[in-house]
């Protein structure tokens, strides 16, 4: 009995090394991206650290705890990166699914999407326009916002035509949500009545950004679906 239990240990045990190494050879390139990425994240937090003097804990831990404010401090501000990332995950998926048919414009939109709404992810939970850029550069935040109004402008000529063969009504409603969101920013004061409708504009914005891209998103599993068939 003994016997029978050790070797039906040993099938098991070389059933899933057999099994492992097939799923390292599926998933090697994405396996070494997660383990550069992490180490990455280590190192870069431990030499910023050295170089700065900021305790490791500041770039590690919870901001709530570090800063000792309410949980509920930038609730929508935090939802709304959220869903950037959500959208931003969605075209990527997009892109991917598409991948043999460049020629299809949803494939051009789906990898220009995916870039542009990476880049708006990165600001906008790095505030980078507000506050990080200016304080590096020494340039006004005007500034910067004339040059995103302007990447928004060649992003916009470029993925018009692609989105004008989509379901795109979400995405204009999206467009014209974060442009008033803008144009508050710029054109009116600082002031709390105008910041909420700011940041309810930026956030409706983001939302249906997102919306469009599951939209997209779901057309192409469909039509890789029927091709399939």
């Known amino acids: 009995m003994n016997t029978d239990h050790t070797r039906l240990g040993m099938l098991f045990s070389r059933q899933a090394m057999i099994s492992l190494r097939a799923h390292w050879r599926r998933n090697q390139s994405l396996m070494v991206v997660g383990t550069i990425l992490s180490v990455g994240c280590a190192l870069g937090v431990i030499g910023f650290a050295r170089v700065t003097g900021v305790s490791e804990a500041r770039l590690l831990r919870d901001i709530y705890t570090v800063a000792n404010i309410p949980l509920y401090t930038g609730l929508v501000s935090n939802l709304g990166i959220l869903i950037w990332c959500v959208a931003t995950t969605i075209w990527v998926l997009s892109a991917y699914l598409i991948r043999r048919q460049p020629s299809d414009p949803r494939y051009g939109l789906s990898v220009s999407a995916a870039a542009f709404t990476a880049f708006l992810l990165i600001d906008d ?25 302007l990447v928004a402008a060649a992003f916009a000529v470029y993925a018009l035509p692609r989105m004008l063969r989509t379901d795109c009504l979400p995405a204009f409603i999206a467009a014209g949500l974060l442009a008033a969101s803008y144009l508050i920013d710029v054109m009116l004061p600082f002031m709390p009545r105008y910041t909420l409708y700011e940041d309810v504009a930026k956030f409706s914005g983001i939302v249906f950004w997102a919306i469009y891209a599951m939209c997209v998103f779901r057309d192409l599993a469909a039509t890789q679906q029927e091709r399939q068939l």
């Open 125 to 149: 939970s790095m505030m980078l326009h507000e506050v990080l850029l200016p304080r590096v550069t020494n340039l006004d935040e005007q500034v910067f916002l004339i040059g995103y109004a």
